[in-house]
């Protein structure tokens, strides 16, 4: 059973750093690709970035590049989400998915975890 949980949100100040974890377990981590996707009141939900967790190839929207890093731990079957410079625009809950496609597409992904919300005060 393919499960995916979510966690280390939090509030933090404009210019701060947060790193959000997303737990895997049921499936080998290295068979998938993981994705971060967002999705802020009122906002459609959006792909963040993807990491390829067999060849560790990563993509990233252009409002995170540079700024936020994905990166999987495979022996502890954990993807991180590290995020620096926050702003308040990136405030939303973050979601983390499995699929068979390093893409940011929701329509990549069958299964998802549940979310963590991440607060950036001005």
């Known amino acids: 059973d393919v499960q995916l949980q979510a966690s280390g949100g939090g509030l933090v100040h404009s210019g701060g750093s947060l790193r959000i974890s997303c737990a895997t377990s049921g499936f080998t981590l290295g068979d998938y690709a993981i994705a971060w996707f967002r999705q802020a009141p009122g906002n459609e939900r959006e792909g963040v970035a993807c990491i390829s967790s067999a060849d560790g190839s990563r993509d990233y929207a252009d409002s995170v590049k540079g700024r936020f890093t994905i990166s999987s731990d495979n022996d502890k079957n954990t993807v991180y989400l590290q995020m620096n410079d926050l702003k308040p625009e990136d405030t939303a809950v973050y979601y983390c998915?499995?699929?068979?496609?390093?893409?940011?597409?929701?329509?990549?992904?069958?299964?998802w975890g549940q979310g963590t919300l991440v607060t950036v005060s001005s």
């Open positions: 998915a499995a699929g068979y496609t390093t893409t940011r597409q929701i329509g990549g992904y069958d299964n």
